[in-house]
C-alpha cells in the first residue's frame, strides 16, 4: 500500500494529477518528522500537535539531563498521540555541543533524535533519525 508523501504538492492536486507516493516506513518516519519540527499553536486546526524541543529554542540549556527527558516525554506524547502506526516506541535524545562556521565561529547545541519501534501493520522494525541544531532549531 502507497501512502501520500508529505509535503503534499498542492499544484499537482489542484492541476487534477498524481500526488508523489511514499512506503509506509517512509510515511511514518515524514510524520515524526513533522512532530519534530512543529512548535505548539503551529498547526491552527489542533494546537497541542507538535513536540516540545520548540520550547527550548534560544535558551542555554544548564540541565541536559532533564532537557533529554522533557523533550523525551513531548515526542513519545505527540507519537502515541498522532502516529499510530507505531508501537513500542523508544526514544533517545542525546545532546552535542558543536562548533559551527558560519560568518563567525560558534558553539551550538545538536540534538540527535532517535526513534525506534514497530510498525503495526506488519511487525517490522522501524528506526527514525534526525539531528537538529537549536537556537536557531534547524534540522539537516
Known amino acids: 500500500m502507497d501512502y501520500y508523501k508529505v509535503p503534499i504538492n498542492l499544484g499537482s492536486v489542484i492541476k487534477n494529477k498524481d500526488c508523489a507516493m511514499c512506503s509506509l516506513k517512509e510515511s511514518v518516519a515524514g510524520m515524526i518528522h513533522l512532530i519534530a519540527t512543529t512548535s505548539f ?18 535558551e542555554n540549556i544548564s540541565n541536559a539531563e532533564a532537557f533529554k527527558e522533557s523533550v523525551k516525554g513531548s515526542m513519545a506524547s505527540a507519537i502515541a ?6 508501537e513500542y516506541v523508544n526514544i533517545d535524545v542525546e545532546i552535542e555541543q558543536v562548533m559551527t562556521m558560519v560568518k563567525r565561529r560558534k558553539i551550538k547545541n545538536r540534538i ?10 506488519t511487525n517490522e522494525d522501524f528506526k527514525y533519525n534526525e539531528t537538529f541544531f537549536i537556537g536557531p532549531l534547524s534540522y539537516f
Request: hydrophobic share 30%.
Open 112 to 121: 540527535v533524535l532517535n526513534v525506534k519501534g514497530k510498525l503495526v501493520k
Open 41 to 58: 499553536g503551529e498547526c491552527k486546526h489542533d494546537e497541542s500537535f507538535g513536540c516540545g524541543i520548540w520550547d527550548h529554542d534560544f
Open 81 to 86: 498521540r498522532y502516529e499510530k502506526r507505531i
